[in-house]
């Protein structure tokens, strides 16, 4: 029974990195247009200068 | 004739960069575009023909975009912009690509779902101005918008939900694996010492996220609460507040049973729900406000000295001169000063014939100018507009319309407080007839409050309506309002318009085979110098007929060209030189002039669309009513109702008489479905039950319409219809379902059954058979 002491907080530290991993990325924008990111990686095969812009303003 | 390489659309033979392209501007960008190494773009990309063409503006006068420009940190200047255009991914990627090679730019973001660009740049290195007429040399049409005045409350929604979401799904997650193992521990003589550990556990998990992804239901059901009513939030509010203390209680005193598990996964189920809902009709959101922020945003006002600025419509004063370029629709109620052209005035009357205008002629904001650039001088704005007038029509007819309640709330208004009378019942029958302590007794009525708690209900509407929005959007046909399927189901009566909704809104030419060949096709040949609509049904109805040279066009008179005996003109009765007679003058009509020859008519009509009469057959042998309200003359009416079956039409009806029409149906306890598409229609569109509108329609009557369908048939409103009908029986199946489940688990839960192990698989079993049900609609036909 004594493994329940750090098995359950291990398992609770994996679900929580998830989560927050999912919380960032909804924070970051990840989700604002979904099928515009399907498409974009067929094309993005000769980044410039600035092609790849902080999507930190979600319009 | 042979395909424009930049925009794609046919050139014409006068064209001066003929055969490969069709303007001077086309050539331009192909040069630009290649000329940037960025030619791959014509290989990948895929031309939406419902999209507007890529064709650049000819006239490209500076345009001032400085109101719209927003100031950054460190010399950082934004523009937001709406992209017209956007045919595929890689109109994307052209943009962007464009822009990155700019110099001084810092980012330039294209969202595909929303058609919105975000332009950063360096104020000291480029200018807005330049940076846009880059793009807008491309063809696309770029206008500045506002963010701040975009709804941004539904987005805002959609995020906290999806949060929420994202906790409550973590949480159930984890708060089940634990229960799980006290489950067990029942059975295989867990010891209270580690139970209460696990208790704790759970709470501390399960107590947060209750606090946290409860917050929409909670603050739905403070609202109804203050306003005194009830809804389905409040039931289930209380289940989770008073599941999560008690089972707080019960853990802080070492009780067997905690419900932290069915109130967590209670929660994470009605978000996924309640997600479903949002999501379904965020698309149709994006789009209305696209439509919006473009008539709110884009004027082209021309200076004293010339100069060209885009403006906000709430800064335009009568007098200002506004420019309104060939193929854009006039913003302003006002008179022409400059330009002679013809004006599409569909949208307004229901005319397919375009109105020449000239200097001094009155014009309508909505209105689309088809030929040459115009200059109008402001009129009346914003509330006095005939636009504003009917937007004030569509407005007061809606607010009838909102009365409808959906099926889902009708059930909740007589479910919650069935719920809550049964747990109090549940509570005194337990304390006071059967005399156990208040403690237990409130633990079973809570247990009742949990899984009467409306799970399965929360879900059966939303998951039904999502896959059947899906199933629409796939055929093209975009469901905007949450209650709309609900009320296509209970039509029994459609209504059509006319002009653009039964027809194509496009004229065709009549009896060709009356007509003299040689006239036919000389004529022809003179009409492809044109982009008059009679003038291209001409050169459709005579394929491959040469094209005449040296073809001078006046606007909104007709086309004239040296022959050998003298001039051969084309067009109206007054610029051929033949009297007015009245004979023959029932339709749109073209003259042709000869020196040597008398002069030959050529009649048109708008035909009706190609499954007209099918879909009018199919819809009566559903036994719907059919009926045609339009607002064009009455010979005409006739002969199209004719045509496609309809044995009751009514003609020359103003906007005003078709609302009027529609609320006599209404009084005689009919259920309307409209189908219309012009400016006139837009009141009845908001007046009737539920109401469709093809994607060609005015801006106003697919904001007034509950949803739009693509393509040159009528077969969408079938399958609308179709669609509704079985999305409703599958609705009222879960309701079934959700009530079946009930029926077994309230007996069980008021007997004081209830463990949180038979609640958690009731909830789940309920919950996964909806959904189950509601995946049905996806296969199949529609009827």
């Not at chain 1, 790849?52 to 303003?57: A, L, V």
């Not at chain 2, 884009?298 to 001169?321: F, K, N, Q, S, Y």
């Not at chain 2, 109206?572 to 009245?582: H, L, N, P, V």
């Not at chain 2, 039409?649 to 309307?672: E, F, I, S, T």
């Amino acid at each position: 029974m004594t493994t329940l002491l750090y098995l359950i907080p291990a398992a609770l530290l994996l679900g929580l990195l998830g989560l927050i991993a999912f919380l960032w990325a909804l924070r970051s924008g990840q989700f604002d247009d979904l099928d515009g990111a399907a498409h974009r990686i067929l094309f993005d095969d000769e980044p410039g200068p600035s092609q790849r812009p902080r999507e930190d303003d979600p319009t | 004739m042979t395909a424009c390489r930049h925009c794609g659309l046919d050139v014409p033979a006068d064209s001066p960069v003929a055969p490969a392209f069709c303007c001077a501007g086309c050539a331009a960008a192909y040069d630009t575009v290649e000329g940037l190494g960025l030619d791959a773009y014509y290989q990948r990309r895929c031309l939406d023909p419902a999209v507007r063409p890529l064709r650049p503006d000819e006239d490209g006068a500076p345009v001032d975009y400085g109101a719209h420009v927003r100031d950054e940190a460190d010399g950082i200047k934004a523009l937001h912009l709406m992209v017209e255009g956007l045919h595929c991914a890689a109109c994307v990627w052209l943009i962007e690509s464009v822009l990155a090679r700019q110099p001084g730019v810092v980012s330039a973001r294209v969202n595909m779902t929303t058609r919105r660009l975000v332009l950063r740049w360096r104020a000291c290195e480029t200018d807005a101005d330049s940076l846009v007429a880059s793009v807008a040399a491309l063809g696309y049409r770029l206008v500045p918008f506002d963010p701040a005045v975009l709804d941004r409350e539904g987005e805002r929604r959609e995020k906290e939900l999806l949060r929420a979401m994202a906790v409550a799904g973590f949480a159930a997650g984890n708060v089940m694996l634990l229960s799980v193992s006290v489950w067990a521990g029942h059975f295989q003589g867990m010891g209270p010492a580690t139970r209460d550990l696990l208790h704790w556990i759970s709470a501390l998990i399960a107590l947060p996220a209750i606090a946290y992804a409860g917050v929409p239901f909670y603050r739905s059901a403070i609202t109804v609460l203050r306003a005194g009513h009830l809804n389905m939030d409040v039931p289930i509010s209380l289940a989770v507040v008073l599941a999560a203390g008690m089972s707080l209680h019960e853990t802080a005193t070492g009780g067997p049973h905690a419900y932290f598990d069915s109130a967590v996964t209670l929660l994470f189920f009605l978000l996924v729900g309640r997600y479903l809902d949002h999501r379904a009709r965020g698309k149709a959101r994006v789009a209305g406000e696209h439509l919006l922020a473009l008539a709110a945003t884009a004027a082209t006002v021309i200076e004293a000295d010339g100069r060209r600025r885009i403006v906000p419509p709430t800064r335009l004063r009568p007098g200002m001169a506004v420019l309104a370029a060939a193929g854009e629709r006039i913003a302003v109620d006002g008179r022409v000063t400059a330009g002679t052209s013809d004006v599409d005035t569909s949208l307004i009357n229901g005319e397919t014939v375009p109105a020449p205008v000239a200097p001094g002629t009155d014009v309508f904001a909505g209105t689309l100018n088809l030929s040459a650039p115009l200059t109008v001088e402001v009129g009346a704005v914003g509330e006095d507009t005939l636009l504003a007038e009917i937007v004030r029509l569509v407005e007061a007819a809606e607010q009838g319309r909102a009365r409808h309640v959906a099926l889902a709330d009708r059930v909740a208004r007589l479910y919650a407080p069935v719920v809550h009378g049964l747990a109090l019942l549940t509570f005194l029958g337990w304390w006071l007839w059967v005399g156990a302590p208040w403690q237990e007794s409130l633990l079973i009525a809570i247990a009742v409050l949990i899984v009467t708690c409306p799970c399965a209900l929360a879900l059966a509407v939303p998951a039904v309506q999502v896959i059947a929005s899906g199933r629409l959007l796939r055929r093209g046909i975009l469901v905007k309002s949450g209650s709309a399927l609900e009320r296509l189901a209970g039509t029994d009566t459609v209504v059509f318009d006319k002009t653009g909704t039964l027809t194509t809104g496009r004229p065709e030419l009549m009896d060709d085979t009356a007509i003299d060949g040689d006239a036919l096709r000389l004529a022809a040949s003179m009409a492809a110098a044109s982009t008059h609509p009679l003038a291209r049904a001409l050169v459709r109805a005579v394929p491959g007929a040469p094209v005449a040279g040296g073809v001078r066009e006046e606007p909104g008179r007709g086309l004239a060209v040296a022959g050998s005996g003298g001039e051969v003109r084309l067009g109206s009765r007054a610029w051929c030189g033949i009297a007015d007679d009245d004979h023959h003058s029932d339709g749109p009509e073209l003259w042709l002039a000869r020196p040597d020859a008398a002069p030959v008519r050529f009649a048109f009509a708008d035909r009706p669309r190609d499954d007209a009469a099918e879909v009018v057959a199919a819809l009566k042998e559903r036994e719907l009513a059919v009926a045609l309200l339009s607002g064009d003359r009455g010979p005409v009416v006739g002969a199209t109702a004719r045509r496609v079956g309809i044995d009751d039409w009514h003609a020359g009806c103003a906007p005003g008489d078709k609302v009027v029409r529609l609320q006599d149906l209404a009084a005689a306890g009919r259920h309307v479905l409209m189908v219309g598409d012009g400016l006139n229609d837009a009141p009845a569109l908001a007046a009737a039950t539920v109401s469709l509108s093809p994607s060609t329609a005015a801006d106003v009557s697919q904001t007034a319409a509950d949803a739009v369908f693509q393509g040159d048939r009528l077969e969408p409103v079938l399958e609308a219809l179709g669609v509704a009908r079985r999305a409703d029986r599958l609705v009222r199946q879960n309701f079934l379902l959700a009530f079946l489940y009930n029926g077994v688990t309230i007996p069980l839960a008021v007997a004081g059954l209830v463990t949180p192990l038979v609640a958690a698989i009731a909830m789940s079993a309920s919950s996964v058979a909806v959904i189950a049900n509601a995946l049905r609609l996806g296969r199949g036909r529609a009827w």
